[in-house]
C-alpha cells in the first residue's frame, strides 16, 4: 500500500496498488477531488475542472 496527503484537508489518501501518473481520486476526509501528479514520491493536487459537456 502506498500513501499520499491531501493537499486540502491534510488527510491520507491510501492506496491499494500503485497509481497512474493523472489518476483522479477522492479524499474521504474533504470530498475534493485530486489527481495523481507525481509517481515518486506519490503527490497530488486539485483536479482540473472539466468543461461541462455541450459547452
Known amino acids: 500500500m502506498l500513501n ?3 493537499p ?3 488527510g491520507t ?3 491499494q ?3 497512474l501518473l493523472q489518476e483522479l481520486v477522492k479524499c474521504a476526509g474533504c470530498g475534493k477531488d485530486l489527481q495523481v501528479t507525481s509517481l515518486d514520491p ?3 493536487a486539485a483536479a ?3 468543461a ?3 459547452q
Open 48 to 50: 482540473e475542472q472539466e
Open 4 to 6: 499520499a496527503e491531501c
Open 13 to 15: 489518501i491510501t492506496f
Open 8 to 10: 486540502e484537508c491534510g
Open 52 to 54: 461541462e459537456w455541450g
Open 17 to 19: 496498488s500503485s497509481p
Open 42 to 44: 506519490v503527490e497530488l
